[in-house]
């Protein structure tokens, strides 16, 4: 098997992803558990590529590649493919055209990381405002060249355009760029349909009903911790009254003060909807995706997953609740990665949407 070490909300993973549903090579790829991450490093990654992005790939005699660009050649070749066209201008329109679709990926990238990894007060708009000038002028090249695009992509060209179109979409939902690029947004659509790879978030239905459900879920795991805990607190025999007291206090403000993690991972499910629902109903509980966010892995208590990969839950000493995305638990029981049973904490249960 090839290994890749993997997110699905990276644009350029999903090139990958692309090119390999292209070639019929995808289910030879196992996906690693990986958080990459501008600051904070992912060792895992790291031990891999000494950038510590994704994607990286391990081939089968052993070999790391990184990145995008040089795993979707290493797939063309192994199968047999010809997304990457062997000479002649063809070869340099696909591969500037790959270059063009990386390079507004780069500069939407360094926009989303000014908002989600810069604290606040070092925050700058006129560095976000460049990297959009940067997303524009690329746009405006690809508009000029739209006319001569063919639906299905037949070049890693093409596919590049069009996961970098589609992570505008995933990411910057309010930028309207189909209004700066009608051609485009017409071959985008036809793309967007016959493409074989996963979206990175289709909207599933039932999740307004479901969250209610899921957060009482995970409260009511809450109140059984504390149960436990103040259990445990009250055998103490040299406890007075007064420290059970401001034990249980100090242990209410932990849950209020975001000392508790519940961690996603879905590449079917829409993350951003997911959190903007439940945090509401959830404000002692920190909300993250595994993939992009930083993750105390200790403070993670709750998972709700769709088919993580392998060694996903073993990052989570603490974890608690396990809530799977979709009916039954056939995808998550032997797994193996799971916290050890028996254990007082661990329990799976079933959500449907
Ligand atoms: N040029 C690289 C870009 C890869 C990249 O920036 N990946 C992002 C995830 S979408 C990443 O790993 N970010 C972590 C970091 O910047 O250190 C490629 O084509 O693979």
Redesign the pocket.
């Known amino acids: 098997m090839l290994k890749l070490y993997y ?1 699905p ?5 999903r ?1 990958v992803m692309a090119t390999a549903h292209c070639l019929g090579l995808a289910d030879r790829i196992e996906k690693l558990e990986a958080a ?4 904070q ?1 992912d060792a895992r ?1 790291a031990t891999f590529n000494p ?5 990286a790939l391990q081939t089968e005699d052993g070999l790391a590649l ?4 040089v ?1 979707c050649e290493y797939l063309d070749v192994l199968g047999n493919g010809s997304l990457f066209p062997a000479e002649g201008q063809a070869r340099w329109v696909a591969l500037t055209r790959q270059s063009l679709a ?1 390079g507004l ?2 500069a939407a ?1 360094l926009a989303r ?1 000014e908002g989600t990894a810069r604290p606040a007060e070092k925050q700058w708009s006129g560095w976000v405002e460049a990297q959009m000038t940067k997303i524009r002028a690329a746009l405006e090249t690809i508009e000029a060249q739209a006319g001569q695009f063919e639906g299905t992509p037949s070049d890693i060209g093409l596919i590049a355009i069009g996961c970098a179109l589609g992570y505008l979409d995933f990411r910057f939902a309010d930028f309207d760029w189909r209004a700066l690029c009608p051609n485009a947004a017409a071959w985008f659509a036809e793309f967007d349909s016959t493409r074989r790879w996963p979206p990175p978030v289709p909207a599933p239905d039932g999740m307004k009903s479901g969250r209610r459900r899921l957060a009482t879920l995970v409260r009511r795991e809450q109140r059984n911790k504390q149960r436990s805990r103040h259990a445990r607190d009250d055998l103490l025999p040299q406890r007075t009254q007064r420290q059970r007291t401001d034990a249980r206090r100090a242990a209410r403000r932990g849950c209020a003060g975001m000392s508790e993690t519940l961690v996603f991972y879905s590449e079917l499910d829409p993350f951003e909807q997911w959190r903007g629902l439940l945090a509401p109903l959830l404000p002692g509980v920190r909300i993250v995706r595994s993939c ?1 966010e930083v993750v105390d892995p200790a403070s993670v208590r709750y998972a709700l997953v769709w088919k993580p990969p392998v060694g996903f839950f073993a990052r989570f000493p603490n974890l608690q609740l396990v809530i799977n995305l979709g009916a039954g638990v056939d995808s998550l029981v032997g797994r193996g990665d799971l916290p050890d049973v028996p254990s007082p904490d661990c329990r799976i249960r079933t959500w449907r949407g």
């Open positions: 997110s909300a990276s644009p350029y993973v090139k990459a991450h501008p600051v490093r990654i950038l510590a992005k994704v994607p990184y990145d995008s660009r795993i990386d990926l780069d990238l990381y992009d």
